[in-house]
């Protein structure tokens, strides 16, 4: 796979099957992430950029060219345990870091922010006859697709939505405080809290964890009594 620049999505060319992108998005609002496959980027991020329930925009975290996005998929299922999808998920602490580590590579580039669309700017719709496009249910996006050469064959142009990005002295568009978390109180119990959602999320990693932190415990109890073991008889 081929880690590409988010803020280059609009460039990116439409891709046959099985070729395609995964790309990875995260909801400014929610503070939620989203990996999910198209064939073409731009048509792909100008649908989720429809949502009127978004208040903010959202960041284009990475994007990710592959020749087989089925064996990609494969490849990223057995090496994280994750799955692309249309569904949006918060991560912890955890979650992110193993993010960071995966193939998907979302440090490679800058991330690319998008704000909302303004509400008078066009869209894509559903105009016009589809009879001869190639793409149909074949993918995932085709209806989309189809719009788009619909548009394309009255001589209209569809409308990226409008994108910003932030330099490295830029803060992310904030978050209202209303939505964010509660910050627990005490060192003790925030400890407490990351423990049990590591607990919850990777039961097996946690168990296998203590276990090999008991061995090293006896390990290191055998070694203590056999030194002063040896020092009584020296003496």
Known sequence: MRSLPPRDYELLPLLDSPAGYICVIRDIDSDRYRIDRTA??????????????????????????TEDLRASETELHERHHARLSAEWHALDDYQLLELRQSILQIDA???WYLARRQAQEPRFDDTGDHAGDDIGAETRYGKLM??????????????????????????????????????PEGLGQYLLERFLTLFMNHPFKVIYGLALLLVLALVLSMIYRYHVTQNVAWR
Do not use: C, N, W
């Not at 991020?45 to 009127?52: E, G, K, Q, T, V």
């Open 40 to 65: 073409h980027p731009a048509a792909f991020i100008s649908a989720i950029m429809d949502d009127d329930t978004r208040r903010f925009g959202i960041e284009i975290v990475s994007i990710l060219e």
């Open 109 to 111: 580039h800058r991330s």
């Open 146 to 183: 189809t719009s788009k050469r619909a548009l394309e064959r009255q001589g209209r142009q569809p409308h990226p939505p409008r994108s910003r990005s932030y330099g490295a002295t830029s803060p992310a568009p904030e978050i209202p405080r209303a939505s964010r978390p509660a910050q």
